[in-house]
T-cell receptor, first 112, second 114 residues
């Protein structure tokens, strides 16, 4: 079964600085999808960014970008110019013709 | 466009009771998934419905059940509640249920079992 591991339970970043959240996954498949979801204190999960495994180019969404290393099965999220509104739980997730498999999450604090 | 709506938002039950949670997906979305979120276990998949049929089921006991109606609204039921069922239950919908696309989540139903 696929597994997703987020090794950093908590992270903090100064406002306007850059932070990178780590994620590794285990799969024997070559075609799949990876996601980063954000869950603010209001609890609604919001998609931050999506990466298709067959695309070598790293996905980018405004201040959010990923470093997708397929051979290493690594999928880290970089948040640039961090803002107070970025404070939340961040979940890495894997999907391939199955329901989403989530990591345990990383709680990000943003310090003003 | 309205998002995924879950009701009730909060509820308190006692052991042995049963509970029904409701989820209204985004208009036009035919796939609905349910997840249980707890501090210890994280996010665990319960089940997924597509066009009124259960397409996938997670590793939960038979006390957990669900269904989907013709308008894509979904309900999940937990019978004979246990203390360990205390959790945030999240519903998510997707457009075509192709198992590769984005899921849109509701705010969840917070269940406390006393």
């Amino acid at each position: 079964a696929q597994t997703v591991t987020q090794s950093q339970p908590e992270m903090s970043v100064q406002e306007a600085e850059t932070v990178t959240l780590s994620c590794t996954y285990d799969t024997s498949e070559s075609d799949y999808y990876l996601f980063w979801y954000k869950q603010p204190p209001s609890r609604q999960m919001i998609l931050v960014i999506r990466q298709e495994a067959y695309k070598q180019q790293n996905a980018t969404e405004n201040r959010f970008s990923v470093n997708f290393q397929k051979a290493a099965k690594s999928f880290s999220l970089k948040i640039s110019d961090s803002q107070l509104g970025d404070a939340a739980m961040y979940f890495c997730a894997y999907r391939r013709f199955t329901p989403l498999v989530f990591g345990k999450g990383t709680r990000l604090s943003v310090i003003a | 466009k309205a998002g995924v709506t879950q009701t009730p938002r909060y509820l308190i039950k006692t052991r042995g009771q049963q509970v029904t949670l409701s989820c209204s997906p985004i208009s036009g979305h035919r796939s609905v998934s349910w997840y249980q979120q707890t501090p210890g276990q994280g996010l665990q998949f319960l089940f997924e419905y597509f066009s009124e049929t259960q397409r996938n089921k997670g590793n939960f006991p038979g006390r957990f059940s669900g269904r989907q109606f013709s308008n894509s609204r979904s309900e999940m039921n937990v019978s004979t509640l246990e203390l360990g069922d205390s959790a945030l239950y999240l519903c998510a919908s997707s457009l075509a249920g192709d198992l590769t696309g984005e899921l849109f989540f509701g705010e969840g139903s917070r269940l406390t079992v006393l």
